[in-house]
């Protein structure tokens, strides 16, 4: 039997676009997102068959460690995008816009967003908010960017809210949401991330849009599922969201690898022969003879 899970033979697999998206949500097929920041990640991500590559403004804390996402610019942003662009081919790739890049005015928002799919080969952008980022979704997809958008827990607005915490748990806050939901889709974005809300209320958003709702920590009601690629491989160390599952403990296994390493290198077992280059006795035998060392 084959054990690849990728339904992704180069030969048939098709570039991911917004419109299977749409498809996507119309056969209730669900589709899968995950964060990655660097070539390796991106590629290994993109041969597992899996649609969506985020490039998140998660970068800040799971690769540059800072304690939230703020400080992210966009040069830190289309940096990380390139070398994903780099290592992915068929995942339809969404560029996160980092703090500041599309508050300011819809103008910044429109160049930003540019940047995006001209300088670091992304497919789309993301931004987070509600209703009072309308004007710069519409103007970003005017000028034929398709657009993510990201409600609940926004982690941009992490002062504001609070804390990392859930959101619209109470009826007024849920009620405001599933309006904000409804303003995105008639904005243009072509599928929107819900963040750290209840199960039920997701659901019933993801009923209501046309577009595909991609949870985190939402439920299984949405159209899709991402998460921080992070959080699934046990790489962050500070910690994992209740929301996540730990498919790996890669952080303890990289621990052991270097320390497995540093004591082979300490009892000089590592290099070993094979891992050494030869010189042909002859040109050895010339080399000494030319320093004077032949015996
Ligand atoms: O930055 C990010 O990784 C995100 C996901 C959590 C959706 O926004």
Same mark, same amino acid.
């Given at each position: 039997m084959s054990t690849d899970f990728s339904n992704s033979s180069s030969s048939t697999r098709k570039k991911v676009t917004t419109h299977l998206f749409r498809l996507k949500k119309h056969r209730r097929e669900p589709i899968s997102m995950l964060t990655a920041y660097d070539y390796p990640t991106a590629s290994t991500i993109d041969k597992a068959g899996i649609d969506c590559i985020l490039v998140g403004d998660s970068l800040g804390m799971v690769? !540059?460690?800072?304690?939230?996402? !703020?400080?992210?610019t966009m040069e830190d942003m289309l940096h990380h995008c390139k070398a994903v662009a780099r290592g992915a081919h068929y995942a339809l790739l969404v560029g996160d816009m980092p703090f500041m890049s599309y508050q300011i005015s819809v103008i910044e928002a429109v160049r930003n967003a540019g940047r995006f799919l001209q300088e670091a080969g992304m497919d789309a952008v993301k931004l987070e908010g509600g209703r009072s980022r309308l004007d710069a979704v519409r103007a970003i997809v005017d000028t034929g960017i398709p657009v993510m958008g990201h409600i609940g827990l926004t982690p941009q607005s992490v002062h504001q809210l609070g804390g990392f915490r859930a959101q619209a748990r109470e009826h007024e806050a849920a009620q405001q949401m599933i309006e904000d939901a409804m303003l995105l889709e008639q904005a243009g974005c072509f599928s929107l991330v819900l963040e750290a809300v209840p199960a039920r209320l997701a659901e019933l958003i993801s009923n209501r849009l046309k577009i595909p709702t991609i949870g985190i920590g939402a439920g299984?009601?949405?159209d899709g599922q991402v998460l921080v690629t992070h959080d699934l491989l046990g790489l962050f160390d500070r910690f994992t969201p209740k929301f996540a599952r730990k498919y790996k403990n890669i952080y303890d296994e990289m621990r052991l690898a270097f320390e497995a390493y540093k004591s082979d290198v300490e009892r000089g077992v590592f290099p070993a022969q094979e891992h050494s280059i030869e010189m042909p006795d002859d040109e050895w035998q010339a080399l000494l003879a030319l320093i004077g060392e032949a015996k």
């Open positions: 690769v !540059l460690g800072y304690e939230n996402t !703020l400080p992210v299984s009601g949405c």
